[in-house]
């Protein structure tokens, strides 16, 4: 159960899009289409943003996106505004009846 | 609206137990799995158990296996967590968190956590 890999921080520019990466083993990532992101607030618990890799819950802003290739997840921010700078963590079924989380990544809007 | 409000949470000598709670509402508790995440002061996500919807699959992450044992009661709608020989790196917010299926899919609406402090 190794934590699947993320950068710690990435920064943008209001306007322009940002992708985080999610770098995990044929184990996790690259086997199941179970992954997912969470987007965390100092100070708050956790939202699902996207899950099964691609899709977005209710409610959740289209510039929100994601994708896997291989074993590499990725979630690309567009347009970002002030109010996305926040933790972003993967998410990933490992078999056995076990997840594992990625390091998280802190994103700031500059 | 989903509600998840976790309780049990404290102070703890190393070595000793504890057990928590989370009472959730507003959805049919018993047709969802349910997970145990924590998260450690300053650190990431931590996914720590999983338990099905009728208590038949269970799973553990490897730093608590043996010492943690999660089970539910569906019908006072509570999953909970008993926590034996706890050490000073399970000091941490620990968030209940219903999943989108009965069985692990994803892990969906979160709890707001309950603080577990480990110490002499």
């Known amino acids: 159960q190794s934590a699947l890999t993320q950068p710690a921080s990435v920064s943008g520019s209001p306007g322009q899009s940002i992708t985080i990466s999610c770098t995990g083993a044929?184990?996790?990532?690259?086997?199941?289409?179970?992954v997912s992101w969470y987007q965390q607030h100092p100070g708050k618990a956790p939202k699902l943003i996207i899950y099964e890799v691609t899709k977005r819950p209710s409610g959740v802003s289209d510039p929100f996106s994601g994708s896997k290739s291989g074993n590499t997840a990725s979630l690309t921010i567009s347009g970002l505004q002030a109010e996305d700078e926040a933790y972003y963590y993967c998410?990933?079924?490992?078999?056995?009846?076990?997840?594992?989380f990625g390091g998280g990544t802190k994103l700031t809007v500059l | 609206e989903v509600q998840l409000v976790e309780s049990g949470g404290g102070l703890v000598q190393p070595g000793r137990s504890l057990r928590l709670s989370c009472a959730a509402s507003?959805?049919?508790?018993?047709?969802?799995?349910m997970h145990w995440v924590r998260q450690a002061p300053g650190k990431g996500l931590e996914w720590v158990s999983g338990?099905?919807?009728?208590?038949?699959?269970?799973g553990y992450a490897d730093s608590v296996k043996g010492r943690f044992t999660i089970s539910r009661d569906n019908a006072k709608n509570s999953l909970y967590l008993q926590m034996n020989s706890l050490r000073a790196e399970d000091m941490a917010l620990y968030y209940c968190?219903?999943?989108?299926?009965?069985?692990?899919?994803?892990?969906?609406?979160w709890g707001q956590g309950t603080t577990v402090t480990v110490s002499s």
């Open positions: 998410c990933s079924y490992a078999g056995s009846n076990t997840w594992v």
């Open positions: 968190v219903k999943d989108m299926g009965r069985f692990g899919v994803t892990l969906d609406v």
């Open positions: 507003r959805f049919t508790f018993d047709d969802y799995a």
């Open positions: 338990i099905s919807w009728n208590s038949g699959i269970i």
């Open positions: 044929s184990s996790d990532v690259g086997t199941y289409d179970l």
